[in-house]
């Protein structure tokens, strides 16, 4: 169902009757096109404190020109030598005076250092920046995305800060996102290659039939990914499709048979490198009408299923070595949503499994574990929302608009990236910054 709201404000005479009647006004977000698939412009480098970081080298191979003469398309702020109230203060002198001048769908990309338990006032100064961050993130407007990365070392870094300072993060707003030291798991050496980073590389999407699966499962064949499209029986012909598109392969399998992980390894001899947990379904009663079939086929399909194929495949060592899980929670599972107890319960379980698997999988066998948190995306689900709940649903984030699967698929992309190790344990929404749970 076509955004029309956000095609009028896009139109001179919607965008000034829109403004007069003080409705929200949504930017036309700039994504990842073949034609564009670098982002484009000056990036402005500053730094709040004093930095050890070795930035510039990373930042240079963004693709964004080095200035600092007219309209940023990015600007980083380096605030991991921020330590107490006084350094503080070069966050607003370092911003103040550039933040107006942001392009529209810009970047401003905030750097932290983890918060030192054993000084206060640097832990206090850190988790400032996390309220700035996200109170800048709703006022900034024009299609403008604010997003903060604690890291210690920026090339372990480098995957995460191309993917937010890029247009493929589109709709990612308002974050916090970890980066551990050293390069985690899988790049170990090995020279990435940033066109094709998954060539050679196995990845199997669930519920990849259509939606949000059929996009990830698209980008991860552009990434030069070997796709398995794995989806229910009843979905097998659409899913086929997909994968022939794709050059991939279908496999037809409800995800919650006992036997799923079996089947998987079955179908996977040479092993597997990306596992994406997509498939996932809705049955919305409020607690008090919810029979108790509605409650297990969701909590089956959405966390059960994922928990023992996870288990299985890890046991049986078919996730390779490098290898990626990325999970799908929502922010529905972090924020509540009336009706949706079984749903939400799922989903808060998956940032659960998530957390303390990822160190364990890191450590035992060298794979990471994360996930997306979709906000409102245009999908067949959302569009079979009723009117006022679905312009609701579409507007109460700070880009005013709902995000496109593309958007999470990019998302999740960038989690299977060979490049990005060091993020691990993350559950990163891909929300526009909803107001839903901020
Ligand atoms: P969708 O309903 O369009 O697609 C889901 C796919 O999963 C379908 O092809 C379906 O056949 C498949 N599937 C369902 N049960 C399955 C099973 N037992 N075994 C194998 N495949 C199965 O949904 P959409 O919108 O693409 O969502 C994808 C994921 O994103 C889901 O986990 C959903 O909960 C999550 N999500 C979606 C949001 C949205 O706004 N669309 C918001 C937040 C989360």
């Known amino acids: ?82 330590r107490d109230v006084d350094t503080l203060a070069e966050v607003h002198a370092a911003l103040h005076p550039v933040v107006r001048s942001v392009a529209p769908s810009g970047r401003v990309l905030v750097l932290g250092a983890p918060p030192d338990p ?48 890029s247009p493929k993060s589109a709709y990612v707003s308002g974050q916090v996102i970890e980066v551990k030291d050293g390069d985690g798991a899988g790049s170990a050496g090995a020279p990435v290659d940033w066109e094709l980073p998954l060539a050679g590389r196995t990845a199997l999407v669930t519920g990849a039939a259509r939606g949000i699966g059929a996009a990830v499962a698209e980008t991860l064949a552009r990434g030069g990914a070997k796709v398995v499209v794995l989806d229910v029986p009843s979905a097998e012909g659409d899913a086929r499709k997909v994968a022939e598109s794709l050059g991939g392969t279908a496999l037809a399998l409800d995800i919650s048979a006992g036997d799923a992980g079996e089947r998987i390894a079955a179908e996977l001899p040479d092993g597997l490198d990306v596992l994406v947990h997509n498939a996932g379904i809705t049955r919305d009663r409020r607690l008090a009408n919810m029979p108790a079939e509605l409650w297990s086929s969701v909590l089956e399909v959405n966390l059960g299923s994922v928990l023992r ?88 984030n700070s880009l005013a608009q709902g995000g496109l ?21 993350q559950v990163v929404r891909v929300c526009g910054q909803s107001l839903l749970g901020a």
């Open 1 to 82: 169902m076509a955004d029309r709201y956000l095609s009028f404000t896009g139109t001179a005479p919607g965008r000034f009757l829109t403004r007069r009647l003080g409705l929200p006004q949504p930017s036309t977000l700039t994504r990842w096109t073949p034609e564009q698939p670098y982002p484009k412009g000056e990036l402005l480098h500053l730094t709040a404190g004093r930095s050890v970081l070795a930035l510039s080298p990373v930042l240079a191979r963004t693709g964004l020109t080095p200035g600092d003469r007219g309209e940023p398309a990015a600007v980083v702020l380096d605030a991991t030598g921020v």
């Open 118 to 165: 054993a000084d206060h006032h640097q832990a206090a100064a850190q988790q400032a920046l996390e309220g700035f961050t996200r109170s800048l993130g709703k006022e900034i407007g024009r299609g403008r995305t604010v997003n903060l990365v604690r890291l210690t070392d920026a090339s372990a870094a480098e995957s995460t800060l191309r993917f937010l300072l």
């Open 309 to 396: 194929t996870t288990d299985a495949l890890l046991a049986k060592g078919v996730l390779r070595t490098g290898g990626r899980i990325v999970a799908t929670a929502s922010i529905a599972g972090l924020a509540g949503n009336a009706g949706q107890t079984n749903y939400g319960a799922s989903k808060a379980g998956i940032a659960g499994l998530v957390r303390s698997l990822a160190p364990r999988a890191l450590a035992e066998h060298g794979v990471t574990v994360n996930a997306v948190a979709p906000g409102f995306i245009e999908t067949k689900m959302t569009a079979a929302v009723p009117l006022f709940i679905r312009e609701a649903g579409r507007r109460m």
């Open 405 to 425: 699967p593309a958007d999470v698929a990019e998302t999740t992309a960038w989690l299977a990236h060979p490049a990005s190790g060091a993020v691990n344990g």
